[in-house]
């Protein structure tokens, strides 16, 4: 079944529609909203998708704009046949009939991407939707080169991948595989050839969003704001944001192999000074959401919080993490983590990075005014070889890192972490932390950027002139092309030397990552005694490849006549150790994010002659010879001895519905050790802790229609007087309240089990001896879903609940409240005038 709405000649609306796909022979969509002009202008609203063959709501060509769906589901999306999207992994390399020749497509590059929402054009509107069980993604964002489908031939009047992106609000993703969100990737616009013999309409990784004004890339940019996605139960990410500027901020992501992974690119990002950004958003590895076994659940094993079974990500092995820092620059800001807990089996952190990672990661990464929660055993991991991580030793592996900007990841203000073994960062007052398999460092720090030509497989190593025990080997990327390339971070306003694992090459470019003007570093590069140098500098501007303002190196007779002119453009060649040495000095000043000068990156290009074939390793001539003893550029701080005050994010609730108030409810409920200890029982509502130091009955009465906390009465009744209790719960509370009861020490007979079921309670419930007793319950006539009865064995406690309490429900009987603002029913309402 296929549904085709919306042209440019008319306003097409699709409303409270079911629609439901049954496996046939043919390949089915369910809907599919496609446009056969650039102005679809569509609605598509409270509408349900259910066990589609193929992508569901389907925008195919990547000229529809400004369509609007608004409150939809999506639910089952399967494998189908009709795209190379479509397919699943043996669809994928057993329907060849329409590549080209004897190629044979590689599933995880070319096919399995079949999505829920398949957006083809960011300039649509997706508002309070839910995508559920997609067996690759809830929501694919992906971005065409030229139209394609029935629109093919059509000129594109602004590129998809500049263009900004719709509204994005209140969008709820889970239970899919590959991402609950994503934002990557094209199609391939062209047919099957030699020269690329992939399918029509296959995967196409050559798309990079980049969102302008005006889709114009000489104006300003335009921020993506994705607002209010709940993601939760993915098993690879909760959402894969690639491209620049984009924001994240009010979301929340759960139960996710990885909770949220942004990505730029690989040496430089394709947008020049974008970056991404992360704030007021909550991330939690492990929730009281246990799942179940059988269905899409393909893992099952022990959660690290409390050893219980539930649902993984991927098998047992699996590193969780919350946040993925990768390529970069990102900003992580104003969010809390919770429940990170590893297992024997498994690391699991609040913040990890990409794991075998070959590219490159700025050193312009920060994290400010984040909060972990006390079930966080790591905050930050680096990674360690073994299942998942194997050897540990990419380019980006090793030289992961971060800002900490206010010490709420380290303790340590305005300090930079990285991995443990990466003595390119350190200096003696650095801090390991072993356990995170990292180090904690002042000091400034870029990247030099080493692109070398006609120079494959080879291997560069890198060492500081202060650890010259400890270099960093680089494997380079792309080290089978014509144009292998290296990104190490380094510190600045220090000595380098740079060598090969074969011949070195005879053409190398140095490009300044991330230096501010007057940074500097010196390096020397490894060659053979009898080699002749022509070095020049010059500014490149990426975005046509032009060079300006040439200067070339001259040579000088000693390091000390270099060290004095390092300002200046000169070289020096030590024949006796095959070193090159030069300043790499920023001249210009460099703006916001962007990698490089606002007068164009600066570049120094070495071209050597020489006919020695011997291999290039300088290390056994260069040290001790060069050696300089480690110091601090930048005195180490102190660490921090207060919490951070105002970090985490402010919101205390996530939800899909944003325009209800909760209550936020918390108990600790101590075991009969930890009572003997002095700890205290205490019932947290809404920020107020409410507390009982003797054994007893705590129970607070609240009132359900009142926004933010109304305190009804609090009574505390000791063990003697348990009985008048139970006369107090079936007539001392008046209606349309919310009942919280907290035991302290056991009470043997706690004879109040009648007295609960009125309130909320299934049935009767045994509760004698037991070690701690909690209960929610509502006075009225409704029964709330949130309606629980926790009880421990004697002895035990029940530790820390939280729970969030709907407030001023209609069911509950509350007097009409005032009009509730809905940010959703706004957003339709100006998508509809925009039209």
Not at 626 to 655: D, H, I
Not at 720 to 746: C, F, K, N
Request: aromatic share 10%; proline share 6%; net charge positive.
């Amino acid at each position: 079944m296929m549904l085709v709405v919306g042209n440019l000649e008319t306003r097409s609306w699709l409303q409270a529609q079911t629609i439901l796909c049954t496996k046939r022979k043919s390949s089915l969509y369910s809907p599919v909203l496609s446009a056969t002009a650039s102005r679809s202008k569509s609605k598509i609203k409270d509408t349900i998708g259910f066990d589609a063959l193929g992508h569901c709501f389907f925008l195919e060509d990547g000229v529809e704009q400004r369509n609007t769906l608004f409150h939809n589901l999506g639910l089952l999306t399967k494998p189908g046949t009709l795209l190379p999207t479509d397919r699943n992994s043996s669809m994928c390399t057993t329907m060849r009939d329409k590549v080209f020749g004897t190629y044979v497509p590689v599933p995880a590059t070319d096919c399995m991407a079949v999505s829920t929402f398949w957006i083809a054009h960011p300039n649509n509107n997706l508002i309070s939707n839910a995508a559920a069980g997609s067996q690759d993604a809830g929501i694919w964002y992906l971005f065409h080169k030229e139209p394609t489908g029935e629109s093919s031939g059509l000129q594109l009047l602004a590129k998809p991948e500049l263009t900004p992106l719709g509204i994005f609000y209140n969008n709820r993703v889970h239970s899919s595989f590959k991402a609950g969100l994503f934002i990557d990737k094209g199609v391939k616009t062209t047919n099957a050839s030699a020269a690329d013999p992939r399918e029509y309409l296959c995967l196409d990784n050559s798309a990079r969003f980049r969102p302008h004004q005006d889709a114009d890339p000489e104006k300003p940019r335009v921020a993506a704001l994705i607002d209010r996605l709940i993601s939760f139960k993915n098993n690879d990410n909760g959402a894969w944001v690639r491209g620049g500027d984009i924001i994240v901020q009010n979301s929340a992501f759960a139960d996710n192999g990885i909770g949220l992974t942004f990505a730029s690119d690989g040496s430089f990002p394709s947008d020049e000074g974008s970056s991404q950004e992360v704030s007021e958003s909550l991330f939690v590895g492990e929730s009281r959401n246990y799942g179940f076994q059988g269905g899409q659940n393909k893992y099952m094993g022990t959660g690290g919080i409390d050893q219980k079974p539930r649902t993984l990500p991927r098998n047992r092995t699996f590193p969780i993490r919350g946040f993925q820092i990768y390529d970069g620059p990102i900003h992580l800001t104003r969010c809390t983590f919770k429940k990170y807990v590893p297992t024997p089996d498994r690391y699991t952190s609040a913040i990890g990075f990409l794991v075998k990672n070959p590219w490159q990661i700025t050193p312009r990464n920060n994290i400010s005014l984040v909060k972990f929660g006390p079930h966080v055993s790591l905050n930050v991991f680096f990674g360690k070889p073994g299942p998942w991580f194997e050897d540990c030793e990419l380019d980006g592996d090793k030289n992961s890192i971060f800002h900490d900007i206010d010490g709420s990841v380290t303790g340590y203000k305005d300090a930079y972490v990285g991995r443990i073994d990466n003595y390119l960062i350190r200096h003696p007052s650095c801090v390991n932390i072993t356990k995170w398999n990292a180090v904690v460092c002042s000091g400034n720090y870029a990247q030099v950027y080493v692109q070398t030509w006609s120079a494959q497989n080879l291997t560069m190593t890198i060492a500081r002139d202060e650890y010259p025990s400890y270099p960093m080997v680089l494997r380079g990327i792309n080290q089978k092309a014509a144009f292998p390339q290296y990104q190490p971070v380094i510190m600045l306003e220090k000595g380098y030397t740079i060598h090969w694992n074969g011949p070195a090459p005879r053409t190398a470019f140095l490009y300044l990552i991330n230096f501010n003007r007057n940074d500097w570093i010196r390096v020397g590069l490894c060659y053979p005694s009898n080699t002749s140098f022509q070095v020049t500098f010059g500014f490149l501007q990426r975005h046509n490849g032009s060079l300006s303002k040439m200067e070339d190196y001259e040579p000088v007779h000693s390091l000390e006549e270099l060290q004095r002119k390092q300002s200046e453009r000169k070289f020096y060649f030590d024949s006796s150790t095959g070193l090159l040495f030069l300043y790499l000095k920023a001249k210009s000043h460099r703006d916001g994010h962007s990698y490089c000068s606002s007068q164009g990156c600066e570049r120094v290009k070495i071209q050597a002659a020489t006919d020695s074939k011997d291999t290039s390793n300088c290390m056994a001539k260069a040290y001790p010879q060069y050696y300089k003893k480690p110091s601090a550029l930048k005195r180490m701080p102190s660490m921090l001895t207060r919490l951070c005050q105002g970090c985490g994010t402010r919101q205390v609730v996530f939800t899909s519905d944003p325009h209800k108030s909760y209550l936020p409810v918390q108990f600790q409920s101590p075991s009969k050790a930890e009572t003997q200890r002095g700890d205290l029982s205490i019932i947290t509502v809404n920020g107020t802790d409410f507390t009982i130091q003797n054994p007893g009955v705590l129970l607070l009465i609240v009132d359900a229609c009142s926004v933010p906390f109304l305190l009804v009465e609090k009574k505390i009744f000791s063990p003697a007087d348990v009985s008048r209790m139970e006369e107090y719960l079936r007539t001392g509370i008046p209606p349309r309240s919310i009942v919280l009861l907290s035991t302290r020490g056991e009470i043997k007979r706690l004879n109040i089990s009648d007295s609960l079921v009125p309130l909320g309670l299934a049935k009767p419930a045994h509760l004698y001896n037991k070690g701690s007793t909690i209960f929610l319950g509502f006075s009225g006539n409704f029964k709330p879903s949130w309606a629980k009865l926790f009880t421990s064995p004697a002895g035990q406690g029940l530790g820390l609940l939280e729970q969030f309490l709907p407030l001023q429900l209609e069911e509950y009987g509350c007097p009409q409240a005032s009009v509730v603002r809905r940010r959703d029913l706004e957003l339709l309402m100006q998508t509809a005038k925009a039209h």
